[in-house]
């Protein structure tokens, strides 16, 4: 979802790791939706060192110096995928409790951060593909608030799986437009 943030597009050599990143994603989401007796703590494990690949990625994308404006998301995006990864890997107990709330705070704060980015790139083109983005990632994240509510694992198998997938397409398509332009 950070590989929308249009101010860092055609700055990044590394745009090739962020497209593996997505693609892992999408198998991930594929596996899951067609065995979802694998389970719970497999979902968070899986999901956590995805979540740990991804911040690495972030935090070296915002760490590049070519990076103009909204490192500073990319940045604490990576820092919060790291975090939370590292949470749902450490504890296989804590992380099948917590691991809907996790994945809730998780798209919520990537769907306010493309809604924000909508409404600070007013003269582009196909700003409303942030907007529509980040209304989907919100609505995902309420879908995993009320998951996690009411303990229906079978909801969050499901939205785990479909999340993987968007989350994966997501990634593919924008890392294509990381690739640097030529000047």
């Known amino acids: 979802m ?23 994603m999408v198998v991930g989401g594929f596996a899951y939706w067609f065995w979802p007796e694998a389970g719970y703590a497999v979902a968070s494990q899986i999901f956590g060192w995805l979540l740990i690949l991804a ?14 404006r909204g490192w500073g998301w990319w940045l604490a995006g990576g820092i919060v995928d790291m975090f939370i990864g590292f949470v749902l890997v450490r504890n296989v107990f804590l ?21 924000v980015d909508a409404c600070g790139t007013s003269g582009r ?20 608030m009320e998951a996690g509510w009411v303990s229906n694992m079978f909801m969050v198998s499901f939205l785990v799986s479909i999340a993987f997938i968007y989350w994966g397409f997501t990634i593919a398509i924008a890392a294509y437009e990381l690739r640097p332009t030529e000047r």
């Open 2 to 24: 950070k590989a929308l943030n249009a101010s860092n597009f055609g700055t990044t050599r590394a745009w090739w790791v962020v497209l593996i990143v997505g693609i892992l």
């Open 55 to 68: 911040g690495c990625v972030q935090l070296s994308v915002s760490a590049s110096g070519r990076a103009r």
């Open 95 to 115: 992380s099948e409790m917590v691991f809907p709330y996790f994945l809730a705070f998780l798209f919520l704060f990537w769907g306010v951060e493309a809604l």
């Open 125 to 144: 083109r196909y700003r409303w593909l942030n907007v529509v983005n980040g209304v989907l990632l919100c609505l995902i994240g309420f879908f995993f």
